[in-house]
């Protein structure tokens, strides 16, 4: 999960290298954009004494949900989770269902396994990787009850825009992962991006809203907790949109 910037803080990056262009014939979607960070003492602790339990090896073989949480209940997959504290939040307040988290920064990464060590949440496993390979390799297709995908960079700049991860392929491959009536659940605090959130959602034929607003978007489920930004920005009288779709039966 990643917050929200003022738009003068957007890096001003150059158009992707090759291999990485939208339109390259090597492209291939991206979860993630690589960002430096700084690791603190208790991460760096939670990543020693806990990772070997909760960080999964990314390997080119199907998922056994039961063997890596040891029951059978529902699998919900995070893409970008920060530094972990709504995934924490959510995993307590839904302990029947197993979450499978995807981050590529490590100071996130220790961020939640020292969270999770604190308050002993066992319903987490974390991915170090890409989520895209993540998805193509190791998650059976139909099989997750639920995706989340909350603040993702919204790319301000309008050339940047085609970095965004919410667009057409993506969703697709979103949607054949899901079990049938599993959901999509996204959440910005870019108007701009919601919009075409919105647009992308609709238009996939798998997929239905929730919502019964004229808007479109959904009411913050209950689960999803504000995050430090949200509640910034709400004082500020920013606005956040969640949009909650399903796949159709």
Wanted: hydrophobic share 40%; net charge negative; with cysteine.
């Amino acid at each position: 999960m990643s917050d929200s910037i003022d738009s003068n803080d957007s890096p001003d990056l150059p158009d992707p290298v090759a291999g990485e262009g939208a339109n390259h014939p090597k492209a291939r979607i991206r979860s993630f954009v690589v960002r430096a960070g700084r690791m603190g003492t208790g991460q760096i602790k939670a990543l020693a004494e806990l990772g070997p339990t909760f960080v999964l090896p990314f390997k080119p073989e199907a998922m056994d949900y039961a063997a890596t949480f040891g029951r059978q209940a529902p699998v919900v997959f995070e893409i970008g989770f920060g530094m972990g504290g709504p995934t924490a939040q959510i995993a307590q307040t839904l302990p029947d269902v197993d979450f499978i988290g995807c981050e590529v920064h490590e100071p996130g990464v220790g961020a939640l396994l020292k969270l999770i060590g604190e308050q002993d949440i066992p319903n987490i496993r974390i991915f170090q990787h890409d989520a895209v390979e993540v998805l193509d390799a190791m998650i059976p297709k139909g099989s997750l009850a639920g995706v989340h995908i909350y603040f993702p960079d919204p790319w301000h700049k309008k050339r940047h825009n085609k970095r965004r991860l919410v667009q057409p392929p993506f969703v697709a491959k979103l949607v054949q992962h899901l079990a049938p009536g599993g959901y999509l659940h996204l959440a910005t605090d870019w108007e701009p991006y919601a919009q075409q959130m919105l647009e992308v959602l609709a238009a996939d034929p798998d997929l239905t809203n929730t919502s019964t607003r004229a808007d479109g978007y959904a009411d913050k489920p209950e689960y999803r907790p504000l995050t430090k930004f949200e509640h910034r920005g709400l004082k500020l009288g920013h606005g956040v949109w969640d949009l909650v779709f399903k796949r159709k039966a």
